[in-house]
């Protein structure tokens, strides 16, 4: 029993000192001078701006998708016509 109690009150301490580390942190990021809120606010500047890449990433890869599509359409379209060529040469001869 009494080892459990040491365990208790040791992890209560420890949880105390997480909470009071917690609670720097936080006024850390209200006060913008502060270094971790300068890293703070340029990762979250750094990922707006990773997200924003990203989106237009996504719609030119759309784009190039749709464009090979239509690509593919006029090569089998150009496929067909070649064939037809070639068999109305062969036929002619």
Known sequence: VAALQDEKTSLMSENEIMNDRLEQL?????????????????AQLQ???????NFRLEAA???????????????????HRNNELTSLAEESR
């Open 26 to 42: 936080d006024d850390s990021l209200d006060d913008p001078n502060t270094v971790v809120a300068k890293k703070y606010f340029s």
């Open 47 to 53: 990922l707006e701006q990773l997200q924003e890449e």
């Open 61 to 79: 890869k759309d784009d190039y998708r749709v464009h090979c599509e239509d690509l593919e359409k006029q090569l089998i379209e150009l496929q």
